[in-house]
């Protein structure tokens, strides 16, 4: 424990009473080094002993790459880092693996310090989107939040030691250090500062009143099946159904299509391999209801070291409702929607949601959700 620091206390005496420890799972930083370190494959348990994985030994003369191995391990320590027991549960340790992400993406955005009060608000939101907290009173509340504020500046802490974050407890921020940026874009395959990016239109067609488009920025060197991820995170889509792109008269799509379509493997090929500026091309999601979009490809750039790729950077309209029949379908839903009341009409409006409506374009949400991607 002296060597790695953990700042464990063997045999505690408090209160002039000595309490034994009995195992090293009651050494709660010792703990959560081992728990990396496991989550990383660079120790495995064998009976009771923890041994080196073999492969992974080299690591330690290579401390780029052990960093990016613990960095790509990280949103995978959710019980590590936030154990359970009689006295505390852990939200943000049971949601870790998305929260993190969002956590290192919103520290990605921002060039100087990010507020640690900011980054708690969005674990909170993470949260509240996934558990009903609607009974819950102001100070049961108030309790929630403070709990995901010390679980925030643990999930930051362990950031701290690894290198890649500055965790200012006296200014209550947090900040990426350039190892930081590095790594995160580097494990998550975006685009480094100077590497080519594509600026694409996508516009789904048959579509008016209003039209429904999104203006997204993508890494040049992003797979056909991530373009894919984008398309639907920007547009609202939930990826429930089938697609495929068209190119030159050749289609990609999954793996699982092509025996039975003759589609090409979409991971095998990038975008900036296969388009260039003033190209269109197609891509068609859901063949049931057959909602075609048109890819334009604006214009082509090289990445801006202050901006996370991939980026929406416009629209207009919503997203249709999954399953409402394709264009024409959509067409009278709207149609319904804008009509007088009718049971038929509450009946779809509560089918689609309440909040629903047909013009609405929440831009700082498609980008939020583009650039998890």
């Known amino acids: 424990m002296e060597l790695l620091g953990t700042g464990d206390t063997i045999d505690p005496e408090i209160g002039g009473r000595v309490f034994k420890t009995k195992s090293s799972e009651e050494l709660a930083y010792l703990t959560r080094i081992v728990g990396w370190a496991k989550a990383a494959r660079l120790v495995r348990v064998t009976g009771t002993k923890l041994v080196p994985v073999k492969k992974n030994a080299a690591l330690a003369k290579r401390p780029l790459d052990l960093v990016l191995v613990l960095l790509e391990a990280y949103p995978r320590l959710g019980k590590p880092l936030f154990p359970r027991n009689t006295w505390r549960q852990s939200l943000v340790g049971d949601e870790f693996t998305d929260i993190s992400q969002e956590l290192t993406t919103r520290l990605l955005r921002s060039a100087d310090p990010c507020p640690l009060d900011e980054l708690c608000d969005i674990a909170c939101n993470v949260i509240e989107a996934?558990?009903?907290?609607?009974?819950?009173?102001?100070?049961?509340?108030?309790?929630?939040?403070?709990?995901?504020?010390?679980?925030?500046?643990?999930?930051?802490?362990?950031?701290?030691?690894?290198?890649?974050?500055?965790?200012?407890?006296?200014?209550?921020?947090?900040?990426?250090?350039?190892?930081?940026?590095?790594?995160?874009?580097?494990?998550?395959?975006?685009?480094?500062?100077?590497?080519?990016?594509?600026?694409?239109?996508?516009?789904?067609?048959?579509?008016?009143?209003?039209?429904?488009?999104?203006?997204?920025?993508?890494?040049?060197?992003?797979?056909?099946?991530?373009?894919?991820?984008?398309?639907?995170?920007?547009?609202?889509?939930?990826?429930?159904?089938?697609?495929m792109f068209r190119i030159a008269d050749r289609e990609y799509g999954p793996t699982y299509l092509d025996d039975e379509l003759e589609t090409l493997d979409e991971k095998q090929f990038r975008i900036g391999d296969l388009v260039k500026t003033g190209d269109l091309t197609g891509y068609e999601y859901d063949f049931g209801d057959g909602w075609e979009h048109e890819l334009a490809v604006e214009a082509s750039a090289v990445a801006d070291a202050a901006t996370v790729y991939p980026e929406c950077t416009g629209g207009e309209g919503a997203c249709p409702p999954e399953d409402c029949g394709g264009p024409g379908g959509f067409a009278d839903f709207k149609e319904l929607l804008a009509g007088p009341p009718s049971p038929e009409r509450e009946e779809m409006r509560a089918w689609a949601g309440e909040d629903y409506d047909p013009a609405h374009f929440d831009l700082a949400a498609a980008n939020a959700a583009a650039a998890s991607v």
Do not use: C, F, K
């Open 130 to 243: 996934r558990y009903v907290l609607t009974g819950l009173t102001a100070l049961q509340h108030d309790s929630l939040r403070r709990t995901i504020a010390v679980d925030v500046t643990i999930a930051m802490a362990a950031l701290h030691v690894l290198g890649v974050v500055v965790l200012n407890r006296e200014a209550d921020s947090a900040e990426l250090t350039d190892l930081g940026r590095y790594a995160i874009r580097r494990i998550r395959g975006m685009a480094q500062p100077g590497d080519p990016v594509l600026q694409i239109r996508v516009t789904l067609a048959d579509v008016d009143d209003p039209p429904v488009w999104r203006q997204v920025v993508i890494p040049a060197g992003y797979t056909r099946d991530r373009v894919h991820g984008v398309i639907q995170a920007a547009m609202g889509w939930q990826n429930s159904h089938l697609h």
